[in-house]
């Protein structure tokens, strides 16, 4: 799980190199930051993450970069709030074929964007199937 406080001390300390966008899985905007980061202009955008990290929200930034261990925490039997979980998402708590279909297209999504892994999908897929 990761930490917001981590984040916004790697974006204040090494941001101008991406460093933080790395720890919050976002690689490909690392490697922008480090490739121009001769040029001071990813110094500057780092300033203004530093300073977003800063006013967010515990809750926001959980929900922007620990979605995974929401929907990991979403599958353990002993949680007791596992369709409030689920709904908060936008999970449709019923399994008719479309809500399915919908949410593993929102898997796939988020997949592709870099929020969850292969292998976390696949097996929230097997999970939903």
């Known amino acids: 799980m990761k ?3 981590t984040a916004t001390v790697l974006c ?3 941001g101008g190199i991406g460093v933080h966008r790395f720890y919050l899985g976002q690689s490909g905007l690392g490697f922008l930051y480090l490739i121009f980061s001769w ?3 990813p110094a ?6 530093f300073i977003v990290l800063l006013l967010m929200s515990e809750e926001t930034f959980n929900q922007k970069y620990n979605l995974t261990s929401i929907i990991m925490r979403a599958q353990t039997p002993s949680n007791n709030n596992v369709n409030t979980v ?17 949410e593993i297209k929102k898997l796939y999504e988020l997949k592709e964007k870099g929020i969850i892994t292969q292998e976390e999908f696949d097996l929230k897929k097997k999970t939903i199937l």
């Open 3 to 5: 930490s917001k406080t």
């Open 12 to 14: 204040f300390f090494l």
């Open 39 to 41: 040029t001071f202009v």
């Open 44 to 49: 500057v955008i780092a300033v203004i993450d």
């Open 86 to 102: 689920a709904i908060n998402m936008g999970t449709p708590a019923n399994n008719s074929d479309s809500s399915v279909s919908e």
